[in-house]
């Protein structure tokens, strides 16, 4: 199968790389809110005018890869190159196979060069079953997060000394793309500690080589300043999730797409544009949106903070920082 390019690009004569990312749409017709092409449109749209280089997104893009191959195909040929990282969602109705194939991909983890930096992808859809690390594959996840929670969203230890050998040998600043977060400490990914200790490992090596770490997966929109590392937990690009399903949309919602009522969905697509600086700038200009005939979790009674307390809104913030190179 084809794998995306690995080439080194040449550095931009601006020294920045300017990024669209975007997390967790969900497109799957017939179950979710926003199951039109469109709303993924509208997100490259903004991507074109804002000059990206390229396009991120930060896994669950549908739940069915191998089935929604017009949908794939559109963005996989968009005009900017546009990158994938999985989410176990991803993995919900074909074999994890399927899905790398049809994000021409030859593995779930990888990294690619752009514009003088290094985009590190990891794959945090692992369980450890019974001694042996499984991927999640045509919705094993179910069974596996019923078995034991603990297991989900694991990174097993070859990908831990890849993510080690390939922040080593980079020549260039690097960025770490994962689904799961890192820096959670109820809901992240339980090897995040570890993750962390390599990611430190290099930056006290080679001062300044990570600057960001970027994840989708848990619907909040949050940054975090964490050893001079900037981590940044990206919300979802159309809803949050509630398990408790509520009763506040109108009929003919949940008639028309089976798991509305599980969501608090925005009016808006949800993206960042990213801008990089090799000066240790790093630029997000976030996005507003609002919830769908203002129905928000805290107005249907659902927890309005998940358990690592962050809030769930439907914005991603804008901020501007200057990392410390030293």
């Known amino acids: ?49 804002s ?24 963005y996989n040929d968009f005009r900017i190159p546009c990158r994938h990282v999985i989410g176990k969602h991803d993995d919900d109705g074909n074999a994890h196979e399927e899905t790398l194939e049809a994000y021409h991909l030859e593995r779930g983890h990888y990294h690619f060069d752009c514009n003088g930096f290094r985009f590190i ?45 390939t922040l080593e040998e980079s020549p260039f600043p690097c960025v770490v793309a994962s689904h799961a977060s890192f820096e959670r400490a109820v809901c992240g990914s339980p090897d995040g500690a570890a993750v962390r200790r390599i990611l430190n490992k290099a930056n006290a090596r080679h001062p300044g080589r990570v600057r960001l770490v970027i994840n989708g997966h848990h619907h909040c929109d949050h940054m975090r300043l964490l050893d001079s590392i900037v981590y940044l937990d990206l919300n979802s690009a159309s809803y949050q999730w509630t398990d408790d399903a509520h009763a506040a949309y109108p009929a003919d919602y949940t008639s028309r ?49 998940d358990p690592d307390g962050r809030l769930a809104t439907s914005e991603i913030q804008s ?7 030293e």
């Open 257 to 305: 797409w089976r798991l509305a009522g599980n969501t608090f969905f925005w009016d808006d697509p949800l993206s960042a544009i990213i801008t990089l600086s090799q000066d240790g700038r790093i630029r997000v200009e976030g996005q507003k949106s609002r919830f769908h005939l203002g129905i928000s979790p805290d107005m249907a009674n659902r927890p309005a903070v």
């Open 51 to 74: 000059r990206c280089d390229m396009v991120i997104h930060l896994g669950d893009l549908t739940h069915e890869p191998a089935v929604c191959r017009d949908y794939v195909d559109f």
């Open 121 to 165: 992808v990891m794959d945090t859809n692992y369980c450890l079953v019974n001694g042996c690390w499984t991927h999640y594959s045509q919705g094993n996840y179910y069974a596996v997060a019923r078995e034991n929670r603990m297991n989900i969203s694991r990174v097993p230890p070859e990908q831990l000394e890849w993510l080690e050998e």
């Open 319 to 325: 901020f501007d920082l200057q990392m410390r190179m």
């Open 1 to 49: 199968m084809p794998a995306l390019p690995m080439a080194v690009p040449e550095l931009s004569a601006s020294g920045e790389l300017r990024i669209c990312a975007f997390a967790d749409i969900h497109y799957f017709p017939g179950v979710f809110p926003h199951d039109s092409r469109e709303w993924l449109e509208r997100i490259l749209d903004r991507a074109v005018q």
